[in-house]
């Protein structure tokens, strides 16, 4: 009895300080629609391509920083979970110091080497990074606020008539 309350106690601990997360599609959704409203176009290849780090949006999109500050809006096919788990990604190109879709591909090293081909690449303004960024965090945080407007729903009973 002790060990069941014990575990109940810490997975509602838990849970109260999990951050909130969008849903893949909620995030996908939102890509798509920023990628439509900034009116984004594909670049097959870019040329001069260090990555310098990387940000995951959801399991189809990820965010590429290369040096000299650029960021590129990268679709990944088929959906790349992987990633979700992983402390980082390699980058596999084809030519050299050229990012190219289709070709070019990351894996994660942790698990078997499932390649996650490169099929879009949408180069990003420092504004346009910076809009998607806070569109984001627009969203998670009116998600943090809907989660606790129903936890005080819950909270509160309605009173009974006798």
């Excluded at 849903?23 to 870019?46: G, K, P, Y």
């Excluded at 945080?141 to 309605?158: A, S, V």
Aim: aromatic content about 8%; hydrophobic content about 40%.
């Amino acid at each position: 009895m002790k060990y069941t309350l014990m575990i109940t106690l810490l997975s509602l601990l838990l849970a109260s300080c999990a951050t909130s997360r969008l849903s893949d599609e909620a995030m996908e959704t939102l890509i798509e629609e920023f990628i439509a409203s900034e009116q984004l176009e594909n670049q097959h290849s870019v040329s001069a391509f260090t990555l310098d780090s990387y940000g995951q949006l959801n399991d189809h999109y990820v965010v590429f920083r290369s040096a000299p500050m650029r960021h590129f809006l990268v679709k990944l096919a088929p959906r790349c979970s992987e990633l979700s788990f992983s402390m980082g990604l390699v980058l596999h190109r084809r030519f050299g110091n050229t990012l190219s879709e289709g070709l070019d591909y990351v894996y994660v090293p942790d698990s078997l080497p499932f390649k996650c081909f490169i099929s879009k690449i949408y180069p990003l303004t420092k504004m346009q990074h910076d809009v998607l960024r806070a569109s984001i965090k627009a969203e998670i945080n009116e998600l943090e606020l809907k989660e606790e407007q129903e936890k005080g729903d819950q909270g509160t009973t309605p009173e009974t008539k006798l």
